[in-house]
C-alpha cells in the first residue's frame, strides 16, 4: 500500500507554546488528508479534512483557530496546535486516500504523540 | 454514514482462523464496507473493503451477506502480531458529501493466544 509519513513521532512542549506536525505522501498524490486525534484508550476521532488549495474542513466541536491545518501541496499537510495546553496531549495521525471514484483505500501515518506539560 | 456495532473483544488461539462480525444494518447502497487495524500505538493499517462482493486478499477475507446489513472480518491463520483493534468502517463514496472521511467506532479488541 501506499506511505504516509509524519514528522515528527514524538513531541514534548511547553503549555502556551505551538507545535507543528507534518503528513505527507510519500508516492502517491493525496488532494485530500485527514487529521485524527486519539486519547489513551479510545477510538480515533476525525479532527478535520483538508483540502489542498483550499481550507480545511472541521468537524462540530473542534476549534479552528486552535488547530491550523494548512495544505499547501498534494503532498504535504500540517496541522498546527496553537497555545497548546496539557488537554490537548494526544495521539494525532494523519490519513490520505486514493479518493477518485468509488470505494478507495485510505492510509493513515504512523501518528505524532504529543505531550503538553 | 451508517453506523456499525462490533463485539468489544475476542479472543483467538494461535493459528486459528479469527472471525470478526459487524453489522451495519442501516447501510446505503453505495455505502462501501472497510476493515482496519489499530496496532498498539500505531496509525491504522488498511486490511480490506467491498461493496457487495465477497473479497479476499493476502491479509484477509470479506464476507458480506447478501442483504448487506452484517459482514464478517476473516483472518484465516491467526498470529500473535494479528493482535490488535480492528475497525469495521461503512463509507459512501468519495464525491458524496461526506468527501470519503472514515468514522471510527470502538472498534473489537482482537487478542491472539498462543
Known amino acids: 500500500g501506499a506511505v504516509v509519513s509524519q514528522h515528527p513521532s514524538r513531541v514534548i512542549c511547553k503549555s502556551g507554546t505551538s507545535v507543528k506536525i507534518e503528513c505527507r505522501s510519500l508516492d502517491f498524490q493525496a488532494t485530500t488528508m485527514f487529521w485524527y486525534r486519539q486519547f489513551p484508550k479510545q477510538s480515533l476521532m476525525l479532527m478535520a479534512t483538508?483540502?489542498?488549495?483550499?481550507?480545511?474542513?472541521?468537524e462540530q466541536g473542534v476549534e479552528k483557530d486552535k488547530f491550523l491545518i494548512n495544505h499547501a501541496s498534494l503532498t504535504l499537510s500540517t496541522l498546527t496546535v496553537t497555545s497548546a495546553h496539557p488537554e490537548d496531549s494526544s495521539f494525532y495521525i494523519c490519513?490520505?486516500?486514493?479518493?477518485?471514484?468509488?470505494?478507495?483505500?485510505?492510509?493513515f501515518g504512523p501518528g505524532t504523540r504529543l505531550t503538553v506539560l | 454514514d451508517a453506523k456499525t456495532t462490533q463485539p468489544p473483544s475476542m479472543d483467538c488461539a494461535e493459528g486459528r482462523a479469527a472471525n470478526l462480525p459487524c453489522n451495519h444494518s442501516t447501510i446505503s447502497g453505495n455505502e462501501y464496507v472497510y476493515w482496519y487495524r489499530q496496532i498498539h500505538s500505531q496509525g491504522p493499517q488498511y486490511i480490506i473493503h467491498?461493496?457487495?462482493n465477497n473479497e479476499t486478499n493476502e491479509m484477509a477475507s470479506l464476507i458480506i451477506t447478501e442483504d448487506r446489513k452484517s459482514s464478517t472480518l476473516i483472518l484465516p491463520h491467526a498470529t500473535l502480531r494479528d493482535t490488535a483493534v480492528y475497525y469495521c468502517?461503512?463509507?459512501?463514496?468519495?464525491?458524496?458529501?461526506?468527501?470519503?472521511?472514515?468514522?471510527f467506532g470502538q472498534g473489537t479488541t482482537l487478542q491472539v493466544k498462543p
Open positions: 468502517i461503512v463509507r459512501g463514496p468519495h464525491g458524496s458529501s461526506n468527501t470519503g472521511k472514515l468514522i
Open positions: 467491498g461493496l457487495k
Open positions: 483538508s483540502n489542498e488549495g483550499s481550507k480545511a474542513t472541521y
Open positions: 490519513s490520505a486516500g486514493h479518493l477518485a471514484g468509488g470505494g478507495g483505500e485510505q492510509f
